[in-house]
């Protein structure tokens, strides 16, 4: 079992700048990576990014050049820094820890950019 805790959403305005985080305990040792995913209102859910437990890293075309994963492994915690953000960026995020077994979520915070 993995248990995920997201913080750091907030209202932010346009080409402002938040830091998300994903605090993991429990069986971390299982995880093979972690995501970060958003769902937008009526949208369906979409990957954001992703870090690779060798440290190797994928964005998803909307956020690249803006976002950044990233990870303190003695904290067992993945980061997930939004800059640029733009109203279609409103959204709850979600972490994932991806395992063989299955995937873990957290449960969510609110990202909401405003013009």
């Known amino acids: 079992q993995v248990q995920l805790v997201e913080s750091g959403g907030d209202s932010v305005q346009v080409g402002g700048s938040l830091r998300l985080s994903c605090a993991a305990s429990?069986?971390?040792?299982?995880?093979?990576?972690m995501n970060w995913h958003r769902q937008a209102p009526g949208k369906q859910r979409e990957l954001v990014a992703r870090?690779?437990?060798?440290?190797?890293?994928n964005y998803a075309d909307s956020v690249k050049g803006r976002f950044t994963i990233s990870r303190n492994i003695a904290k067992d915690t993945v980061y997930l820094q939004m800059n640029s953000l733009k109203p279609e960026d409103t959204a709850v995020y979600y972490c994932a820890a991806v395992t063989i077994e299955k995937n873990y979520w957290g449960q969510g915070t609110q990202v909401t950019v405003s013009s």
């Open positions: 870090i690779t437990k060798g440290g190797i890293t």
């Open positions: 429990g069986n971390v040792f299982s995880i093979n990576a």
